[in-house]
Structures are given as C-alpha cells and as structure tokens.
C-alpha cells in the first residue's frame, strides 16, 4: 500500500528514547500557548488529533480516506448544537458530536470498504461531499452558509473565555484522544490492522474479516476525528461550512504525508507545520494558503515520500550502522517492490 | 409533462459535461492507473482561456474551441512528462494526491488573478436565440452543446474501437505487459493518451464558459460529481463513463424537478446504491489490474 512500508511506529528506538520523546512532547504541548498565540495552540492540538485520527486509517491500514471532513465537521456542528441547546460541559458536547461523527461514519465505511485503493478514496470523498450538501442545505439546523455561530464554552461555571485557559482545559481532550489511538496501534487489533495493509489476501487467508476491521477502524478514526472537530468547533464558537468542504479533508492528508504516515509522531508534526504556516501567511498577508498547500503535496509527494518524521527514523536507522541498508536516498519506489529489508529488523 | 421534459433535456445538457469530463478521466485511468484530480482544474483553465481569447485577444468561442483544447492538451502533455510520468509505478494513490496537490495550486493560482467572481462570458451570436423544439422551446446553445457532446462522446468511441490506433490504446489498457510483450511500445501512447484527456476536459471548459459560471471553483467540486459518475459506471469502462455521465445529469435535473433540496445529493446516493449491488459499476468488469 501507499505508506513506506518500513515504517513501524517508534520500533527500533530504544525504551528511554520513546520515554523521552512523550515527555518533551508533553512539555511542548503544555507549554505551548505561553510561547505561541493561544487560539493558535488550540488550532495546532485540534488538528494534530485530526490528523493521528487520520494516520490510523492511511499509516496503520492503508486506506487513503479523502472525505475525513464529513467527521470533522459533522462533530463540529452536533457539538455546537448541544452546547448552545443544552448548556452542558463541553466537554459532554464534544462526547455527543464525537459519537455523531462516528454514527456518520458507520454506513459511509461500510459502503467504502467494498472498494479499495484508488476507489476507496474517490468514494470517501464524494460520500463527505454528500454531507456537505446536507449541511448546506438544512439551513435550520447548521445556519447554511453563514454556519453555526455562538458556541459557547460551558465548564462548569468556570469562566474559558479567555483563550488561554480555554487550551488547558480542552487540552486533556485531545491527550486522551492521542493516547486512545496509541493503544489501538500497539493493540492486537493494531497489528491486524497493519496485516492488512501489508497484504489483506493473507490477513483474509488467516482468518481475519478485512472488511469488518476496516469497518472498525474507519469508525474508530472517525470518532477522534469527530472529537478533535468538536472541540476546534468550541474553540472557535462556531462551526462553519468550510468544516465539511473538501479542502478540509485535503488539510489533513497533506499533514499526515508531509510529518510522515504511520508514525503517529509525524501527522502532529505535519498539523503543527501547517497550522503555523496558515498563520504566517495569514498575518503576513499573503493570500495563498490553497497554493502553498499545493505545493506542499505536490513536493512531498516527489520528493520524500516518507514525510518528516518518517525520513528522520530512516536516517537514525541508517545511523546506527547497518552496512549495505539503503541509504536515506534510496527511492521509496525500489521500496515498495520488494519486501523491505528494514522492516525485518 | 412539458416541465418534466423540459428538465430531462437540462439533465442530458449538463450530462454533456459529466460525460466529456468522466471520459477523459477514464482514458487517463485505463492507460495510466492515474486518477487525475487535476481534471477538474483543467476544464476550469478550458474555460478561463476561452474568456481569457475572447477578453484580451478579442478571439471568437469558436476559434477558443479549436484553440483551447489543443493548447491545454500539450499543457497536459508536458505536466504529465515532467511530474505524474514519475510516479507511475508507485502506489497510484501518490499520483493521486500529486494531481490534487497540482489542482489546489492551479485554483488558486486563478483566484488570485481573477479573484471568486464569475468573468462575464456572452454567448456566441450564431448560438444565442433558441430553438421550438416541439413541445418546447429551448436555448440553441445548449442544444448545440448536448448535440456536440454526444457526437464528440461517439468519435472517441469510433476512434477507440475502429482504428488501430484505438486497438493499441485498448489493449494497452487492458493487458499492458501482454501488448508490450507483443510488440507494441505502450509507453509511446501513455503521454499522448493523457494530453488527450486533458483537451477532452478543456473542450468541456470552453463549452461551459457561455452558460456557466466562469470563476476559479467551477471546477474543484465538479470533479468530484465526476468521480462519483465513473464510481457509478465503472472506472475502466469507456462507454459507462459516458452513459453514466448522462444518467447523472438527468437523474439531477428530474431530481431538482420534484426534490429540489435533494438533486445535488442524488447522484452520490445513487453511488451508494451502485456499491452496495454492483461494487464494480454499473457497466465496470470486477476490478483488475489497476485495482
């Protein structure tokens, strides 16, 4: 499938490494807001959960979905719709649109999975594009074209509307939604999930049902994605249209292959990179956001494939002495064809 | 009854687009396995370079006709030398997300020039009155447009199953390795076949700059109304393309004729309806080579 085969999540780091690479994660994200606008963090934790909701359908089973907007945004709007219609916590809206997203997901995945590779992403994203007409439509219910607007950020009285107090309250949100897809990675059904996308005749030949699992997994995916969408809905106070375009889906992908796919790490890195990229382009004025992300594709997807994060853990292997592996240089392509000598360390 | 024809007959012109742009894609797939996202962009440059002829050349949507296609074609020629030629034999996912990487950059590209307004695009004269067609009487542009169309979508298919040319496109389609194997040098047709299908799409921009909105995003959500329509009719197959394209645009215009909150969704329930009981398409063999 598409992903650099080789890639096995942090295997092959040593346990002190993986330990020191969560913990000045943490501290990055803890201290991030004191260093970087504070609805700017917000947006960088937001999308980072988007995109490892992502990594787990693309990196870890090798289905491209084009379409994770309809998740996003349905969760951005059922999320809004339960703050401003029953006061609750937000942290219970973002629950309730997190299981709205998921609901979507259900019947769009089990239509999707009848189809894979290149369909599979042509169907995703023409199903989400079928949830951005919905939304446009019942105007009654999302505001149309001008969105759904005063979400308000009830925690228990507690006064978010300053955002910086707003970040460390969301922010145990999205931890939890990274650690949750951390354990599905390193579950049993996180290895099936990578038998399929190494080879699903074998995964099927050995007894497990590919389809259910990707059935599974695309919920489960869409379920953080729904989470990370409502609490980018309560950050901003509204939810909007754009939140289910399908530009929105493109964003994602293009920071799950610009960090590097199937590394957890690197779709953050990539949400991280964009994120601040769209800022400084925003402040300094230039217009070009959808040309520059354009560019990003286009030159990732030529030049290194492996994405950031993935590039960086090849070089470190390469590093620590191997004597005929490939080098960093090596093309993904003479990769792909053959079993991949890294992946049977 | 006359409104009801009335809208098949929109449906059928709007079809016209659906079935120019989801044949051009399928020739592109079946040669390449390349799912081109930049297709929409390019029926969206077919349209700006007939206002762009028309606006700063003073050149008749007549000549833009004949220009524009060919023009764009060699356009495509080149794009697909210098960056898709690269990826084929990888994953096609990756050339997928490159054309739609090039396709962000061509739309936006276009928004900064012209900004989100529609330019202006006046019918050509000879095509600007209408036409009693019976029943009723209906714009002669866009009879002209669904007439073209169908007697394009028809030359391809001659073209495709008549001449030798079409049998080598055909087989390398189909059995790549075997028509190498036999002596045909696929690789000669693989550039040319994909300029084709980007002048397909360009000819379907430049028919659509007199009756549609000409601005940066007609194509970007076109495109995937068009994914959906070669979903519905089975990627590989040219003659499903086409009929599905058809299809669709009826099923819309009959659709916005009872259920105009619904028209714009149908045709992406009609793909749910197609992969729930023909997975493959309507008109699509079980997915091989390219799968």
Known sequence: MITAKLIEGSRGWSRAARVAAVVVGLLVALGLPW????????????????????????GYTGLLSFGHAAFWGSSAYATGLIAIETGLPFYVAVLGGAVVAALVALPIAALAVRRTGIYFAMVT????????????????????????????????????????????????????????????????????????????????????????????????????AGLAGGIYAIGHGFASLQEVYWTTSGKVVVMNILGGMGTLWGPVLGATIIVLLEDYLATAGIDAVGAVTGAIFVLTVLLFRRGIWGTAQHVWRNRRGRRGGPGPDDDVLEQEESPTPARQA | MDGLLQQVFNGLVSGSFYALLALGLSVIF???????????????????????????????????????????????????????????????????????????????????????????????????????????????????????SIVASVLVWLVLSRTRIGMIVRASTERAELSQALGIDVRRWVTPVFGFGIGLAALAGVLAAPMRAVNSTMGGDLIIVIFAVVVIGGLGSVFGSVAAGYLVGMLSAVGNFYTPALSQSLVFILMALVLLLRPAGLFGREEGVHA
């Open chain 1, 35 to 58: 260093y970087i606008y504070p609805p700017v963090a917000m947006d960088i934790a937001a999308w980072a959960l988007f995109a490892v909701a992502l990594d787990l359908l693309l």
């Open chain 1, 125 to 224: 994203l023409a199903f989400a594009q079928l949830i951005y007409f919905i939304a446009n439509q019942w105007r009654s219910v999302t505001g149309g074209e001008n969105g759904l607007q005063g979400i308000p950020r009830n925690f228990f009285g507690l006064d978010l509307s300053d955002s910086f107090y707003f970040y460390y309250a969301a922010l145990p949100l999205v931890l939890l939604g990274l650690w949750f897809a951390w354990r599905v990675v390193h579950s049993p059904f996180g290895r099936v999930l990578v038998a399929i996308r190494e080879n699903p005749a074998r995964a099927r030949a050995l007894g497990y049902p590919v389809d259910r699992y990707k059935v599974q997994v695309f919920v489960l995916s869409a379920f953080l």
């Open chain 2, 30 to 148: 079946g040669m390449l396995g390349v799912v081109n996202f930049a297709h929409g962009a390019f029926y969206m440059l077919g349209a700006f370079g007939a206002f762009v002829l028309l606006d700063s050349f003073g050149l008749s949507w007549w000549l833009a006709l004949l220009v524009v296609p060919v023009l764009l074609a060699v356009v495509g020629m080149v794009f697909e030398r210098t960056l898709v030629h690269r990826l084929v034999g990888l994953d096609p996912l990756y050339n997928f997300l490159l054309t739609f990487g090039v396709a962000l950059i061509l739309q936006d590209v276009v928004r900064m020039r012209y900004g989100v307004t529609s330019q202006p695009y006046t019918r050509p004269e000879l095509l600007s009155g209408s036409v009693n067609l019976g029943l009723f009487t209906y714009p002669t542009y866009q009879v002209f447009v669904l007439i073209f």
